[in-house]
């Protein structure tokens, strides 16, 4: 099994929340994609974007892949949720690696 992570931002970039039904489409995603997922709840986090720290508040998705195939699925779906979520990045884990993916 292979450990994935994704933190995804409650609101969008101009501080509007996200739908109910956004995060079920997310959710069914998961669901779909890789049977199943762990909802971490709430994180809050910040980070340096040059003159301004932002700091923000995300839900942690905790997502097992049966195998390293599926490597590629998960990394789909992040980026499907980066455009859905209107984040400029997103903050990603597989198997314990960090990665932001950004524009």
């Given at each position: 099994?292979?450990?994935?992570l994704?933190?995804?931002?409650?609101?969008?970039?101009d501080?509007?929340?996200?739908s109910?039904?956004?995060?079920?489409?997310?959710?069914?995603?998961?669901?779909?994609?890789?049977?199943?997922?762990?909802?971490?709840?709430?994180?809050?986090?910040?980070w340096?974007?040059?003159?301004?720290?932002?700091?923000?508040?995300?839900?942690?998705?905790?997502?097992?892949?049966d195998?390293?195939?599926?490597?590629?699925?998960?990394?789909?779906?992040?980026?499907?949720?980066?455009?859905?979520?209107?984040?400029?990045?997103?903050?990603i884990?597989?198997?314990?690696?960090?990665?932001?993916?950004?524009?």
């Amino acid at each position: 099994m292979i450990k994935t992570l994704l933190l995804v931002p409650i609101r969008d970039n101009d501080g509007r929340p996200f739908s109910p039904e956004d995060w079920k489409e997310l959710e069914q995603k998961l669901l779909r994609n890789f049977g199943g997922f762990t909802d971490g709840g709430l994180v809050r986090g910040a980070w340096n974007g040059g003159d301004t720290v932002y700091r923000d508040t995300n839900r942690r998705f905790e997502v097992a892949l049966d195998s390293w195939t599926k490597a590629p699925q998960f990394l789909d779906l992040a980026h499907w949720t980066r455009t859905h979520f209107r984040q400029a990045a997103l903050y990603i884990e597989v198997a314990g690696i960090p990665e932001i993916l950004g524009e």
